[in-house]
């Protein structure tokens, strides 16, 4: 199955869940929000904390949100290649998906503040 997803964008949050139940792979489309990055200064604050950029957040979160979600995040280059795999050991603790997972339930503007 294969839908827009991301940590700006969930609509399909119980969606993934029924199919991870049925063991059945969710591919999200626009990992990183589309044609423009996803902004948010929880994510921005994030990745710096983590010495990481926002876009391997962004993919370290879709990891870590269900074992049934599959990655094909796109790459233009060899640093962001490098940038999607280094997203992957990318370990977010408890409180920092649940500060993530708020993203989603703010109105556009206030995510962009």
Do not use: C
């Not at 969710?26 to 904390?49: D, I, M, N």
């Amino acid at each position: 199955m294969q839908n827009q997803y991301n940590v700006a964008h969930r609509e399909d949050d119980a969606f993934i869940d029924d199919l991870g139940q049925q063991g059945i792979a969710y591919v999200p489309f626009f990992p990183l929000g589309g044609f423009t990055p996803l902004q948010s200064s929880v994510l921005e604050s994030t990745a710096k904390s983590l010495n990481a950029t926002p876009m391997e957040v962004a993919l370290a979160w879709l990891l870590q949100r269900s074992p049934n979600i599959l990655l094909i995040p796109g790459t233009s280059s060899v640093e962001h290649l490098r940038q999607n795999v280094k997203a992957a050991a990318l370990q977010l603790e408890q409180q920092t998906v649940a500060d993530l997972n708020a993203i989603a339930a703010k109105p556009l503007a206030d995510r962009l503040s």
